[in-house]
């Protein structure tokens, strides 16, 4: 009779390989690596997941999930202000890159790997992307502000900018300076003044 999987298992090979994937890169770790980390056999593994991309899609499934929950979170103080839920996602990506062991964003990490992103890996990260933009343009629309591309693409930059120097030494303080640089851009394209957005 064959041997039951043991309860959580497959809960465990997902948190062992989005921790090896995140902090080594997805190249880098190989099946035999989450095997060890897991304490789980390969026949176990591989029952889980048939192949190492499967694996993959799987860790970037469930790290959408917890981002698109923290970012939800993040503007429910919000409530219908766009300008406020701006600020509170610039606040929480910063957020984000002061917790300990951040390496960037694991979308944006994955399609640096993997440019192509014509996998399903590829095609959850560039639609993490693609969605998180169109939320940033959305927002910005609803503002009603004369060149709305222009000021989402600043926004944009400011997020990007964040996820990029995040896990260096010392960008700690990069995040106070771009949540307060989006509330200078809102308050300029508004013509609101210099109001704190997120008081």
């Given at each position: ?14 948190n ?26 390969k ?19 469930v790290?959408?999930?917890?981002r698109?929950e ?8 919000a409530?219908?202000?766009?300008a406020?839920?701006?600020v ?16 960037g964003?694991?979308f ?8 192509n992103g ?5 095609q ?14 959305g927002?910005?629309k609803r ?6 591309r ?15 120097g ?14 307060s640089?989006?509330?200078e851009l809102?308050?300029?394209a ?10």
């Amino acid at each position: 009779m064959a041997r039951k999987p043991a309860a959580g298992t497959r809960d465990r090979i997902i948190n062992v390989a989005a921790s090896l994937f995140y902090r080594s890169g997805v190249r880098a770790v190989g099946m035999n690596e989450i095997i060890d980390e897991a304490g789980c056999g390969k026949s176990l593994l591989y029952g889980h997941f048939p192949s190492k991309t499967e694996l993959v899609a799987e860790y970037l499934q469930v790290t959408r999930r917890a981002r698109d929950e923290s970012a939800q979170r993040a503007m429910h103080d919000a409530g219908d202000d766009p300008a406020a839920a701006l600020v509170a996602l610039t606040a929480e990506v910063a957020r984000k890159a002061r917790e300990p062991g951040f390496r960037g964003c694991a979308f944006r990490n994955y399609l640096a790997e993997f440019p192509n992103g014509d996998d399903a890996p590829g095609q959850i990260a560039s639609g993490y992307l693609r969605d998180t933009r169109s939320q940033v343009d959305g927002l910005v629309k609803r503002l009603g502000v004369a060149e709305p591309r222009i000021l989402a693409d600043r926004i944009w930059l400011i997020i990007e900018g964040i996820y990029g120097g995040g896990a260096r030494p010392g960008a700690g303080r990069l995040g106070p300076s771009a949540v307060s640089l989006v509330e200078e851009l809102i308050n300029d394209a508004t013509g609101s003044g210099r109001r704190s957005l997120t008081s």
